[in-house]
């Protein structure tokens, strides 16, 4: 590509409404263009970086086995009402009415869809396992959309769904894109690791999310130094042991009232009674589908909603309301316990072996001390509702866990019967009877790996593109447009780059060389050639790395084999 001749309109100024560096340097680098909140234009050097992945994934995909296809970003109402979700999505989907009446919706995923294609045309065990993908664009009017296209609401995405006849045929399916994925992030050049997620009531270790490792990523992760455990927080477990080793052997205490006027949150009331907040017992109220719920935790912990969703198998878990409390506990905010509730009570497990503690009493300006389980209070279920800390023990070894943060770029969930046996997607098994499909559904998000890898790619000067997905391999800066043999020597090395298959950017405006080295920096090509008067003279031109602080000299004569080896070098490397 030519520069003069093609359109990349780099800037200066920091865009006022980039939080982070991918987000600024996308658009600096003239990669994208905001057309209105969470919605993006791709200008022609961010599309080119959006069709390497893309193109990675599609090889990957394909080696795997899986089979490309492209579905409708429209999507009818009645699908949707089939598989449950119409109502449980929430204002992430983007619903509206055609001009007939009828109920559709903009595609934020395709589960619906392809359990709708398959069921139609695939009957018989003998036509599976299959797995269908597409790269596609998706839409979902998220509540907070930011970091350009990291978290748009109109976004690509690469979505796959298996069918399977057995349980042993979707964990093959499962175990083949967990492989694809870590070959296609290896190849993409990124630090990523693949994580343990939530998979609802599934249980197991069916979802993971593949994270690629950056400071300002949205998702908190938490792996063990020891052992290979690595979950996201939301599904981190927390070990049973741990907080039971905490119990203490002494007896029963005599219940007593306490005055604790205005004392409401933890730090109130442990500050007030002079108490840690081990020995304090928090009562969250939630509405689980509607229903109030009271959840007992240990004063220094935070519950984690998803654990609570999954223990109650609810399908909504949301925190009470002011009324909502008052009306389950009769006390205002901050002075709800469970002695003498008449909702239901959950309890995290750490509760099992506390004695004596403090809760709140149910009345205004009131708390309880010397309360304990069983005597005082019982509880309908115990399980692990609260997020892992820092200080807590990894679930597998024991071993010393630590946190970070993550960019989540894919997601292999397993699904199972969920949308098969609501939507009747069954088949013929070979004795001849009706079973539900077995499914799975895997996602990449293409446009948040481009801006993934600038996060972790970039310095002071711009993006250092790991090659891969670099919109341009190498590019050429001749110095003097002015000068006939330098502008010769640059075409004609850039004429047989571009003859060997090499994608290269010949900066070939009549600007300075400042302007020429400043943009191809901000670019964040991986190899730039400069060609200009003085080196010539010599024979030779001048090869940098993005990479590297130093540049090398070569022959021209021998440059673009010099550059085709560079080149080839820097795939080597992601090996
Ligand atoms: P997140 O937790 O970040 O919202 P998600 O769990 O909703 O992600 P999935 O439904 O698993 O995401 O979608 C598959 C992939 O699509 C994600 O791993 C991510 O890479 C990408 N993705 C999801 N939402 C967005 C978005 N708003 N903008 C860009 N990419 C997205
Ligand atoms: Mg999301």
């Not at 004429?495 to 080295?517: H, P, Q, S, T």
């Amino acid at each position: 590509m030519r520069y003069s001749s093609y359109f990349i309109p780099t800037k200066k100024e920091i865009p006022a409404d980039a939080e982070i560096i991918s987000h600024q340097l996308m658009v600096r680098a003239g990669m994208i263009r905001k057309l209105t909140s969470g919605i993006y234009t791709y200008l022609p050097v961010g599309l080119r970086s959006i069709r390497k992945v893309e193109n990675i994934v599609r090889e990957e995909m394909n080696r795997a086995g899986a089979i490309e296809v492209l579905m409708p970003a429209v999507q009818p109402a009645e699908l949707w009402q089939e598989s449950g979700r119409w109502e449980y999505y929430g204002r992430e989907l983007l619903r509206f009415k055609d001009r007939h009446d009828r109920d559709a919706c903009m595609g934020p995923t395709h589960e619906e869809v392809i359990t709708d294609l398959v069921r139609k045309e695939i009957h018989s065990y003998k036509q599976m396992p299959i797995n269908l993908y597409q790269i596609q664009t998706k839409f979902r009017d998220e509540i907070r959309p930011r970091f350009g296209i990291m978290r748009g609401r109109e976004f690509i995405m690469k979505d796959a769904y298996s069918f399977d006849v057995d349980e042993a045929g979707v964990n093959r399916s499962y175990e083949a894109m967990y492989e694809a994925y870590d070959r296609i992030f290896q190849r993409c050049g990124l630090k990523f690791r693949a994580v343990e997620a939530d998979s609802g009531t599934i249980g197991g270790s069916y979802s993971h999310e593949f994270m690629v490792l950056a400071e300002s990523g949205e998702d908190r992760i938490v792996n063990c130094t020891t052992c290979d455990y690595a979950a996201n927080l939301e599904r981190a477990e927390v070990k049973e042991e741990d907080d039971v080793s905490s119990a203490d052997a002494n007896a029963f205490e005599v219940l007593a009232r306490l005055e604790t006027p205005d004392q409401r949150t933890i730090d109130e009331v442990v500050e007030f009674l002079k108490i840690t907040p081990e020995q304090l017992v928090k009562t969250l109220v939630y509405m689980v589908d509607e229903e109030p719920v009271a959840v007992l935790l240990r004063g220094d912990h935070e519950l984690n909603e998803t654990k609570l969703k999954n223990a109650l198998d609810a399908q909504t878990v949301e925190m009470a309301s002011e009324r909502s409390v008052k009306e389950a506990t009769g006390a205002p905010l901050g002075f709800a316990g469970p002695v003498g509730l008449e909702i239901k009570v959950v309890a995290d497990n750490a509760l099992k072996t506390l004695k004596n503690f403090v809760v709140g009493g149910n009345e205004k300006d009131l708390h309880l001390k010397n309360v304990n389980l069983e005597r005082d209070f019982t509880v309908a279920l115990f399980g692990d509702l609260r997020t892992i800390a820092p200080g807590d023990a990894c679930p597998r070894c024991g071993g010393h866990i630590a946190f970070g943060r993550g960019i989540e770029v894919g997601h292999v969930f397993k699904l199972g019967v969920k949308y098969s046996e609501a939507m009747k997607a069954v088949f013929l098994n070979e004795q001849g009877k009706e079973r539900p499909m077995i499914m799975g559904c895997y996602g990449i998000g293409i446009g948040r790996t481009v801006a993934a890898a600038i996060e972790q790619n970039h310095d002071k000067d711009g993006i250092v593109f790991p090659i891969p997905v670099a919109p341009f391999e190498v590019t050429l800066l001749p110095l003097q447009m002015h000068n006939e043999a330098v502008v010769e020597a640059a075409s004609k090395i850039y004429g047989d780059l571009v003859n060997m298959g090499i994608d290269a950017l010949l900066d070939d405006r009549d600007e300075r060389a400042g302007v020429k080295f400043k943009d191809a920096d901000l670019l964040g090509i991986p190899v730039r050639i400069t060609v200009g008067s003085r080196g010539l003279k010599n024979g030779e031109v001048e090869v940098k790395l993005r990479t590297e602080p130093e540049s090398f000299i070569v022959p021209l004569s021998t440059a673009v084999i010099a550059i085709s080896d560079t080149v080839k070098g820097l795939y080597d490397s992601l090996k």
